[in-house]
């Protein structure tokens, strides 16, 4: 099985910037996309970024050139950094990877949390 181990959230004010990182151990072979995905109270989780095994990226229209999303193979580790953050960005982000299309691992979630 694919473990995630995410860092990087807390407290920010609006217009700041945060990265977040995520580190999968465990079956990392084969691993193809990894993303993020975050859910506010209230809400679906909803996809945020996503990238693939050949660094194509894919982003939710509210954060397209806001936020980056990049990997580090050697590491096993995916990053997102989000800048100029708002309060509509407020939510627990999950870091996800898949090793089969289609079916996630997740990490626990860590909060991000922007003040106005």
């Known amino acids: 099985q694919v473990r995630l181990v995410e860092s990087g959230g807390g407290l920010v004010q609006a217009g700041g910037s945060l990265r977040l990182s995520c580190a999968a151990s465990?079956?990392?072979?084969?691993?193809?996309?990894m993303g993020w995905y975050r859910q506010a109270p209230g809400k679906q989780r909803e996809l945020v970024a996503r990238?693939?095994?050949?660094?194509?990226?894919t982003y939710a229209n509210s954060v397209k050139g806001r936020f980056t999303i990049s990997r580090d193979n050697a590491k096993n580790t995916v990053y997102l950094q989000m800048s100029s953050l708002t309060p509509e960005d407020t939510a627990v982000y999950y870091c996800?990877?898949?090793?089969?299309?289609?079916?996630?691992?997740w990490g626990q979630g860590t909060q991000v949390t922007v003040s106005a």
């Open positions: 990238v693939t095994s050949s660094d194509s990226t």
């Open positions: 996800s990877a898949e090793r089969i299309v289609g079916v996630p691992h």
């Open positions: 465990g079956i990392v072979f084969r691993l193809n996309a």
